[in-house]
Protein backbone atom coordinates (compact mmCIF):
# COMPACT_ATOMS: atom_id res chain seq x y z
CA UNK A 1 0.00 0.00 0.00
CA UNK A 2 2.94 2.39 0.60
CA UNK A 3 5.55 1.13 -0.92
CA UNK A 4 7.19 3.40 -3.55
CA UNK A 5 5.05 3.34 -6.66
CA UNK A 6 2.47 1.31 -5.48
CA UNK A 7 -1.11 1.69 -4.67
CA UNK A 8 -1.03 5.08 -2.32
CA UNK A 9 1.61 6.54 -4.80
CA UNK A 10 -0.35 5.67 -7.83
CA UNK A 11 -3.40 7.27 -6.49
CA UNK A 12 -1.18 10.45 -5.77
CA UNK A 13 -1.39 10.27 -2.14
CA UNK A 14 2.33 8.82 -1.80
CA UNK A 15 5.02 11.53 0.28
CA UNK A 16 8.55 10.77 0.42
CA UNK A 17 8.44 10.04 4.03
CA UNK A 18 5.97 7.87 4.09
CA UNK A 19 7.51 4.66 2.68
CA UNK A 20 10.29 5.33 4.71
CA UNK A 21 8.51 5.75 8.30
CA UNK A 22 6.60 2.32 7.46
CA UNK A 23 9.30 0.23 5.29
CA UNK A 24 11.40 0.12 8.22
CA UNK A 25 12.23 -0.70 12.05
CA UNK A 26 8.15 0.86 12.43
CA UNK A 27 6.93 -1.18 10.19
CA UNK A 28 8.28 -4.68 11.20
CA UNK A 29 7.05 -4.06 14.82
CA UNK A 30 3.58 -3.25 13.48
CA UNK A 31 3.63 -6.36 11.36
CA UNK A 32 4.84 -8.70 13.91
CA UNK A 33 2.88 -7.33 16.33
CA UNK A 34 -0.40 -8.03 14.70
CA UNK A 35 0.77 -11.15 13.32
CA UNK A 36 1.49 -11.99 17.15
CA UNK A 37 -2.58 -11.09 18.04
CA UNK A 38 -3.50 -14.31 16.96
CA UNK A 39 -1.20 -16.24 19.18
CA UNK A 40 -1.81 -14.05 21.94
CA UNK A 41 -5.49 -14.66 21.73
CA UNK A 42 -5.39 -18.07 21.56
CA UNK A 43 -3.78 -18.26 24.65
CA UNK A 44 -5.81 -15.47 27.04
CA UNK A 45 -8.92 -16.12 25.36
CA UNK A 46 -9.54 -19.84 27.07
CA UNK A 47 -8.34 -18.62 30.12
CA UNK A 48 -10.99 -15.31 30.29
CA UNK A 49 -13.69 -17.35 29.37
CA UNK A 50 -13.14 -19.78 31.85
CA UNK A 51 -12.53 -17.49 34.77
CA UNK A 52 -15.71 -15.98 33.91
CA UNK A 53 -16.95 -12.57 36.11
CA UNK A 54 -17.65 -13.61 39.64
CA UNK A 55 -14.39 -12.63 40.70
CA UNK A 56 -14.80 -9.44 39.32
CA UNK A 57 -18.27 -9.30 41.19
CA UNK A 58 -17.02 -10.33 43.94
CA UNK A 59 -14.55 -7.39 44.04
CA UNK A 60 -17.41 -4.70 43.45
CA UNK A 61 -19.71 -6.01 45.56
CA UNK A 62 -17.09 -5.40 47.96
CA UNK A 63 -16.35 -2.01 46.85
CA UNK A 64 -13.62 -1.88 44.73
CA UNK A 65 -13.29 0.29 42.08
CA UNK A 66 -11.72 -0.47 38.90
CA UNK A 67 -8.22 -0.38 39.85
CA UNK A 68 -8.36 -2.51 43.04
CA UNK A 69 -10.98 -4.82 40.52
CA UNK A 70 -8.41 -5.40 37.98
CA UNK A 71 -5.84 -6.07 40.71
CA UNK A 72 -7.84 -8.21 41.67
CA UNK A 73 -8.55 -10.23 39.08
CA UNK A 74 -5.62 -9.83 37.25
CA UNK A 75 -3.38 -12.92 39.39
CA UNK A 76 -5.99 -15.28 38.30
CA UNK A 77 -4.97 -15.02 34.74
CA UNK A 78 -1.70 -14.19 35.27
CA UNK A 79 0.35 -17.29 33.90
CA UNK A 80 -1.67 -17.17 30.98
CA UNK A 81 -1.01 -13.38 30.29
CA UNK A 82 2.98 -14.33 30.30
CA UNK A 83 1.96 -17.28 27.98
CA UNK A 84 0.74 -15.16 25.46
CA UNK A 85 3.76 -12.71 26.21
CA UNK A 86 6.54 -15.76 25.22
CA UNK A 87 4.69 -17.14 22.59
CA UNK A 88 4.41 -13.83 20.76
CA UNK A 89 8.48 -12.87 21.52
CA UNK A 90 9.41 -16.27 20.43
CA UNK A 91 7.64 -15.98 17.14
CA UNK A 92 9.29 -12.69 16.58
CA UNK A 93 11.90 -13.59 17.45
CA UNK A 94 12.63 -16.41 15.02
CA UNK A 95 11.36 -14.10 12.28
CA UNK A 96 13.44 -12.84 9.43
CA UNK A 97 10.79 -12.39 6.50
CA UNK A 98 9.34 -9.41 7.56
CA UNK A 99 12.02 -7.71 8.07
CA UNK A 100 14.03 -9.07 5.16
CA UNK A 101 10.78 -7.78 2.53
CA UNK A 102 8.93 -4.93 4.12
CA UNK A 103 12.87 -3.49 5.04
CA UNK A 104 14.42 -4.56 2.34
CA UNK A 105 15.80 -1.25 1.23
CA UNK A 106 16.43 0.01 5.14
CA UNK A 107 19.01 -3.18 5.07
CA UNK A 108 17.57 -3.88 9.19
CA UNK A 109 19.45 -7.27 10.01
CA UNK A 110 17.90 -9.55 12.73
CA UNK A 111 19.77 -13.00 14.22
CA UNK A 112 17.51 -15.14 12.41
CA UNK A 113 18.67 -14.00 9.01
CA UNK A 114 22.06 -14.68 10.16
CA UNK A 115 21.35 -18.04 10.27
CA UNK A 116 19.30 -18.18 6.45
CA UNK A 117 22.70 -16.54 5.22
CA UNK A 118 24.58 -19.36 6.57
CA UNK A 119 23.07 -22.04 5.80
CA UNK A 120 22.56 -20.42 2.09
CA UNK A 121 26.40 -20.24 2.04
CA UNK A 122 28.06 -23.03 -0.20
CA UNK A 123 29.91 -25.29 1.54
CA UNK A 124 27.47 -24.23 4.24
CA UNK A 125 28.16 -22.87 7.31
CA UNK A 126 27.06 -25.24 10.56
CA UNK A 127 28.59 -23.82 12.83
CA UNK A 128 27.99 -20.02 12.61
CA UNK A 129 24.30 -21.23 12.03
CA UNK A 130 24.00 -23.44 15.11
CA UNK A 131 25.45 -20.97 17.40
CA UNK A 132 23.23 -18.21 16.48
CA UNK A 133 20.18 -20.87 16.78
CA UNK A 134 21.75 -21.66 20.41
CA UNK A 135 21.77 -17.68 21.57
CA UNK A 136 18.09 -17.78 20.50
CA UNK A 137 16.93 -20.89 22.24
CA UNK A 138 19.18 -19.32 25.55
CA UNK A 139 17.37 -16.08 25.21
CA UNK A 140 13.88 -17.58 25.10
CA UNK A 141 14.96 -20.42 27.57
CA UNK A 142 15.79 -17.20 30.17
CA UNK A 143 12.54 -15.96 29.87
CA UNK A 144 10.87 -19.11 30.35
CA UNK A 145 13.18 -19.30 33.58
CA UNK A 146 11.81 -15.31 34.18
CA UNK A 147 8.59 -16.61 34.00
CA UNK A 148 8.70 -19.73 36.20
CA UNK A 149 10.78 -17.86 39.03
CA UNK A 150 8.38 -15.15 38.77
CA UNK A 151 4.75 -17.15 39.09
CA UNK A 152 6.46 -19.36 41.84
CA UNK A 153 6.57 -16.21 43.67
CA UNK A 154 3.29 -16.19 44.61
CA UNK A 155 0.24 -18.44 44.54
CA UNK A 156 -2.20 -17.76 41.33
CA UNK A 157 -4.35 -21.28 41.93
CA UNK A 158 -7.78 -20.71 42.29
CA UNK A 159 -9.92 -22.68 44.64
CA UNK A 160 -12.99 -23.53 43.21
CA UNK A 161 -15.65 -26.43 43.06
CA UNK A 162 -16.62 -26.09 39.62
CA UNK A 163 -16.07 -23.82 36.38
CA UNK A 164 -18.34 -20.37 36.06
CA UNK A 165 -18.03 -19.50 32.02
CA UNK A 166 -18.32 -16.07 31.11
CA UNK A 167 -21.90 -14.79 30.27
CA UNK A 168 -22.02 -12.12 27.30
CA UNK A 169 -22.17 -8.75 28.66
CA UNK A 170 -24.27 -6.40 26.84
CA UNK A 171 -23.04 -2.82 27.17
CA UNK A 172 -24.86 0.72 26.87
CA UNK A 173 -26.37 1.90 23.18
CA UNK A 174 -23.03 4.38 22.88
CA UNK A 175 -20.15 1.99 24.65
CA UNK A 176 -21.79 -0.53 22.51
CA UNK A 177 -21.08 1.84 19.30
CA UNK A 178 -17.68 2.38 20.48
CA UNK A 179 -17.01 -0.49 20.57
CA UNK A 180 -17.93 -1.59 17.57
CA UNK A 181 -15.93 1.22 16.13
CA UNK A 182 -12.85 0.04 17.46
CA UNK A 183 -12.95 -3.22 16.65
CA UNK A 184 -14.03 -2.17 12.44
CA UNK A 185 -11.00 0.37 13.20
CA UNK A 186 -8.57 -2.63 14.18
CA UNK A 187 -9.88 -5.03 11.97
CA UNK A 188 -9.59 -2.32 8.69
CA UNK A 189 -5.76 -1.82 10.31
CA UNK A 190 -5.13 -5.59 10.48
CA UNK A 191 -6.60 -7.30 8.04
CA UNK A 192 -8.72 -5.35 5.71
CA UNK A 193 -6.08 -2.95 4.15
CA UNK A 194 -2.93 -4.93 4.07
CA UNK A 195 -5.57 -7.66 1.76
CA UNK A 196 -6.60 -5.29 -0.25
CA UNK A 197 -2.82 -3.79 -1.07
CA UNK A 198 -1.91 -7.55 -1.84
CA UNK A 199 -4.77 -7.83 -4.20
CA UNK A 200 -4.35 -4.91 -6.05
CA UNK A 201 -0.92 -5.86 -5.91
CA UNK A 202 -0.86 -8.84 -7.81
CA UNK A 203 -3.29 -7.37 -10.44
CA UNK A 204 -0.85 -4.41 -11.03
CA UNK A 205 2.20 -4.87 -13.01
CA UNK A 206 4.92 -2.68 -12.13
CA UNK A 207 5.70 1.12 -13.51
CA UNK A 208 1.91 1.09 -14.86
CA UNK A 209 -0.62 3.89 -13.23
CA UNK A 210 -3.76 2.89 -11.42
CA UNK A 211 -6.49 2.85 -13.89
CA UNK A 212 -8.91 0.10 -15.24
CA UNK A 213 -6.92 -0.81 -18.23
CA UNK A 214 -4.15 -1.64 -16.14
CA UNK A 215 -5.45 -4.51 -14.35
CA UNK A 216 -4.02 -7.81 -15.32
CA UNK A 217 -4.16 -11.47 -14.36
CA UNK A 218 -0.48 -12.13 -16.02
CA UNK A 219 0.89 -13.11 -11.96
CA UNK A 220 -2.15 -15.59 -12.02
CA UNK A 221 -1.32 -17.09 -15.18
CA UNK A 222 2.78 -17.15 -14.20
CA UNK A 223 1.32 -18.99 -10.97
CA UNK A 224 -0.52 -21.73 -12.76
CA UNK A 225 1.41 -21.71 -15.87
CA UNK A 226 5.26 -21.63 -15.47
CA UNK A 227 7.77 -22.76 -13.15
CA UNK A 228 6.02 -21.73 -10.08
CA UNK A 229 3.43 -25.10 -9.69
CA UNK A 230 6.24 -27.65 -9.55
CA UNK A 231 7.23 -25.83 -6.00
CA UNK A 232 4.16 -25.64 -5.32
CA UNK A 233 3.11 -28.71 -5.27
CA UNK A 234 5.91 -29.91 -3.38
CA UNK A 235 4.84 -27.75 -0.53
CA UNK A 236 1.78 -29.65 -0.67
CA UNK A 237 3.39 -32.75 -0.46
CA UNK A 238 6.10 -31.97 2.19
CA UNK A 239 2.83 -30.56 4.38
Do not use: C
Amino acid sequence: VVGRGRVLARLGRGTPGRPSAVLGPLGIVVVLGLGGIPFAYGALAPALFAMGRRFEDAARIHGAGVRRTVRTVAPVVLPAIFSAIIIVFAEALGDFGVASTIAANANVPVAASNIMAAIATFPTNFPEAAAVSWFLVATIGGFLAFQSWLLRKRDVAVLSGRSVFATKAHPTRARRLLLNAAVIAFLAVAIAVPALGSVISTLLPPGSGLRLSSFTFSAYSALFHQHLVGPLLVSLKMS
